[in-house]
């Protein structure tokens, strides 16, 4: 889910996506695919109960991986042929493949973890409910995910930049310069959540149950998913300059989303992997342990590229234009308050603002 941080992280593709006629095309492809899900869902059910999770989750894959093809079609503004042609076997493969089915199957996993762990809705004793909001919502989620990449690539061909795409390939090249930093970062997270995991098992059956084991890790994760980010930043001025800079509320936000959201949701698809794929208890043995670690392992990893794409972006493009405003999340995670709350800037930019106002 790396390409959905980026999106609503890094300036230049929050900025791709978020005009208004953009969100009203992408909340129309969005009605579409749901409604064609929840048609196909009725459809399916009169020949298979859908009651068994591998069927299920391979549906939703497939369904995804179209949803996302047509998405990626109508954000892209060119028909498929052209597609094919100018973006590459590589990047349709990579959206069909990841996009698609691997995003759609986590999506799938996700609900049905999230509603036998919140609400106690169990697929195994009630498969219809779930089922259904399994491939509604992995449907309209990849739509509105593929449609917005589709949009950046329209941009893109267009001529405007665009810093960084979010097909993996940034983190694959910084992964490639960085290798023991990164690698630090995401083993030290993962011990680090791996024992936090261990230790609150040990507090008792609150400790032990599956709702209290996402709270303490989540929590743990989205504290490492700031830190990370505020390090891939790498700036000169140091820990206490920047954090200053910052702002408390804007940490706050950013540990809040991506940071707590992120690491639940890693953490409730793999719960979810485990019980519904591989038919094994997430509470019993080492599991707990390796789900905690992997969840705070990745977003220590995801959250330092996008501190470190940020920096870059900085650099590039140093000022948040209006249109940022759309997103209230990133607002407040990416701006500075200053005397002129409707227009934020980032502090590198004020210097330079305040004296083109005082030129002006």
């Known amino acids: 889910m790396l390409h959905r941080m980026a999106l609503r992280v890094l300036p230049s593709l929050t900025m791709a996506v978020t005009d208004e006629p953009v969100r009203k095309r992408k909340r129309t492809v969005m009605l579409i695919a749901g409604v064609a899900a929840f048609a196909i869902y009725r459809m399916l059910k009169r020949v298979d109960p859908l009651s068994e999770p591998l069927t299920l989750l391979a549906l939703c894959g497939l369904l995804s991986a179209a ?41 799938s996993l996700l609900v049905l973890s999230l509603l036998n762990v919140i609400v106690q809705y169990d697929f ?22 593929a449609f917005e990449i ?23 090249a910084l992964l490639r310069e960085q290798p023991g930093q990164l690698a630090r970062w995401a083993v030290l ?18 400790g032990r149950s599956e709702l209290g084991q996402l709270v303490a890790v989540s929590l743990f994760a989205g504290c490492v998913a700031v ?7 790498q700036r000169a001025e140091g820990w206490r300059a920047r954090l200053s800079a910052v702002g408390w509320p804007e940490l706050l936000r950013f540990w809040w989303w991506p940071g707590l959201a992120f690491a639940a949701t890693y953490y409730l698809v793999l719960t979810g992997g485990f019980y519904y794929v591989l038919r094994v208890d997430a509470m019993s043995g080492m599991a707990p342990a390796v789900i905690a670690g992997v969840s705070a392992g990745m977003m220590a990893l995801y959250c330092y590229y996008l501190g470190s794409r940020r920096s870059v972006e900085d650099r590039v493009q140093p000022r948040i234009p209006a249109s940022l405003l759309r997103c209230p999340f990133v607002l407040g995670i990416l701006s500075k308050p200053n ?12 210097i330079a603002l305040e004296d083109s106002s005082r030129r002006g």
């Open 67 to 107: 949803t996302a093809v047509w998405a990626y079609r109508m954000g892209r503004g060119a028909s498929l042929m052209t597609i094919w042609n100018e973006d590459g076997v590589r990047r349709v493969s990579w959206l069909v493949g990841w996009i698609g089915f691997a995003y759609g199957v986590q999506l």
């Open 124 to 145: 195994f004793r009630h498969p219809e409910g779930p089922a259904m909001m399994a491939i509604i919502i992995c449907c309209t989620s990849v739509a509105r995910d």
């Open 227 to 233: 830190w990370a980010y505020l390090t891939g930043e």
């Open 150 to 172: 589709g949009h950046v690539r329209r941009l893109q061909g267009q001529g405007h930049p665009v810093l960084t795409f979010p097909d993996g390939a940034g983190l694959r």
């Open 189 to 206: 997270a993962a011990a680090g959540s791996a024992v936090l995991a261990i230790g609150v098992a040990r507090l008792g059956k609150a």
């Open 339 to 350: 005397a002129m709350p409707t227009a934020p800037v980032i502090p590198q930019a004020e």
